[in-house]
């Protein structure tokens, strides 16, 4: 079992900033992957970002060169840095886990782009 919470949301003017932050918990060392889902109203959720357990990257077309996404493994955290906001990125965010086949979640959090 893994327990992940988020924090870091918000609301922010369009061309400002913000960084998500997910703390997991539990069964740590059996994690392959970590990253970010969005989810607006109306849409299906969708990856933002993901990371490896080896550091790789992968992020969605859309937010390549503005997001960031890192893993200290040392504190279990990952985040995201999130610059240039534009209001399409308003969305849900969620923090996701892959631990071998199964998926974890957390509990989400909002972040509104908006003048």
């Known amino acids: 079992q893994v327990q992940l919470v988020e924090s870091g949301g918000g609301l922010v003017q369009p061309g400002g900033s913000l960084r998500l932050s997910c703390a997991a918990s539990?069964?740590?060392?059996?994690?392959?992957?970590m990253g970010w889902f969005r989810q607006a109203p109306g849409k299906q959720r969708e990856l933002v970002a993901r990371?490896?357990?080896?550091?790789?990257?992968h992020y969605v077309r859309s937010v390549q060169g503005r997001f960031t996404i890192s893993r200290d493994n040392a504190k279990n955290t990952v985040r995201l840095q999130m610059n240039s906001l534009k209001p399409e990125d308003t969305a849900v965010y969620y923090c996701?886990?892959?631990?071998?086949?199964?998926?974890?979640w957390g509990q989400g959090t909002q972040v509104t782009v908006s003048s």
């Open positions: 990371i490896t357990s080896d550091g790789r990257t």
């Open positions: 539990g069964s740590i060392f059996s994690i392959n992957s």
């Open positions: 996701h886990a892959l631990v071998a086949l199964d998926d974890y």
